[in-house]
């Protein structure tokens, strides 16, 4: 079958990285750390995907700014000191392997910065499958288009041949913003109708499911 697309974007963290819980887990725990009222689960999660400082914004509202930097620091005290509990979603790297293969390029748009996705790269020993990679800190954060603006011209796609996935509405409405086709992942941060309402190509419940469609309709 022809291919309809020749670049795949996919989301990192509640992606392809199972750290949703340990994401949420050390912001709440860092909020604590500065004697601040932790946030719930469900606003701790809406804000995987983003950059840091726009994540706390939304998941601290009406913090100071001026404790950014501390409460970014006790964040990230609390997430290396848990990163080795936490590893790719079963089935991906063969799902990786076999879009290859197939000559897909491949990258990654995520909320973490340089320095975090680098570690977690070579944590799971997947650096070597991406083409390319744009994060929060390096260039515009979720759900500004600038990170799909930015891969599309390095590997001359147009937008209806760049294919965004993602577990996040602010994964869907980058797409949206590109002027990119996505599809959805509900084992991620978000529930399901939440990234219904950006009608993504797909709505997958599981790994095996994504891999499917994407040999089929990729």
Known sequence: MP???????????????????????????????LGLEAPSRERASYVIGMGLVEALSHALPGLDRSLYPALGERYRHH???????????????????????????????????????????????????FDGTRTADETASKPHPQMLLELMREFGTEPERTLMI??????????????????????????????RTYN???????VPSLHTWLLDHA
């Open 3 to 33: 291919q309809r697309f020749d670049l795949i974007v996919f989301d990192w963290d509640g992606t392809l990285f199972d750290s949703t819980a340990l994401i949420v887990k050390s912001m709440q725990a860092a909020a604590v750390d």
């Open 200 to 206: 993504p190509l797909l709505v997958a419940h599981d």
């Open 79 to 129: 997430y290396l000191a848990s990163a080795h509990e936490v590893t790719l979603f079963e089935g991906v790297p063969v799902m990786l392997q076999a879009l290859k293969a197939r000559h897909h390029w491949l990258a990654v748009a995520t909320g973490k910065s340089r320095r975090g996705l680098d570690e977690a790269l070579a944590a799971v020993n997947m650096a070597q499958l």
């Open 166 to 195: 993602g577990d996040t509405s602010h994964d869907l409405e980058l797409a949206r913003n590109a002027g990119c086709p996505a599809v959805a992942v509900t084992y991620g941060a978000h529930a399901h109708e939440g990234l």
